[in-house]
């Protein structure tokens, strides 16, 4: 295991270890994301945040003027 310059990142092989403080609230909001494992849920966090960003959204955006719309294979009425 390396140590990098910030003294909270270790280098294993090929990923990265960050150490940093996260609230109750947002681990339990992790572990859900994760089934109950939060570096499951970081993941997929991370992979939403690329998906959305990749789309348009930034960090500059109020939120309150973002939709989504989902979708389901169930959906009787799709096309509404």
């Known amino acids: 295991m390396e140590q990098l310059k910030n003294p909270s990142i ?5 990923y990265r270890v960050v150490g940093a403080y996260i609230s109750e609230k947002d681990q339990f909001i992790l572990e859900t994301l994760g089934n109950g494992n939060i570096s ?4 997929i966090a991370i992979a939403w945040s690329a998906h959305f960003y990749n789309l348009g959204l930034n960090t500059e955006m109020s939120l309150e003027n973002i939709g989504l719309v989902t979708v389901s294979s169930t959906d009787k009425h799709i096309t509404e």
């Open 40 to 43: 499951e849920g970081c993941r």
């Open 10 to 14: 270790y280098k294993l092989e090929n």
